[in-house]
């Protein structure tokens, strides 16, 4: 396997509203864009961009292309959450899928 993330790994899809900082009203975000995905409902310890541990409750994979900050917006089948971190996994040429983690609260 090489390249991108399969299409039949896409069984989900997510709404994202990227962050672009905040505002006398409190959080900004752009325009949502859906994005599939496959979404894994898991809890687990990560590391915010700070560095401090915090509990994940959810990660989704994605290909690579869209821009998808920390504190983003993501609307789930179920629910409404906030982007911990995103990880660009890319195999620099090695034969395995270039894609995004991103894990969520």
């Known amino acids: ?16 509203e990227p962050y672009e900082g905040n505002s006398a009203n409190g959080p900004k975000y752009g325009a ?4 599939p995905c496959f979404l894994e ?12 541990e915090v509990t994940s409750m959810a ?9 998808i900050p920390a504190k983003s917006r993501v609307t789930l ?3 409404q959450t906030t982007v911990i971190a995103v990880m660009d996994h890319h195999g620099g040429g090695l034969p395995t899928p270039d894609h995004l983690e991103v894990q969520l609260l």
């Open 32 to 35: 949502a864009i859906t994005v």
């Open 59 to 67: 990660t989704f994979y994605a290909r690579r292309g869209p821009t």
């Open 77 to 79: 089948p179920t629910r």
């Open 1 to 16: 396997m090489s390249g991108t993330l399969p299409a039949f790994l896409l069984v989900h899809e997510v709404t994202v």
């Open 41 to 52: 409902d898991k809890t687990r310890l990560v590391r915010n961009p700070a560095g401090q």
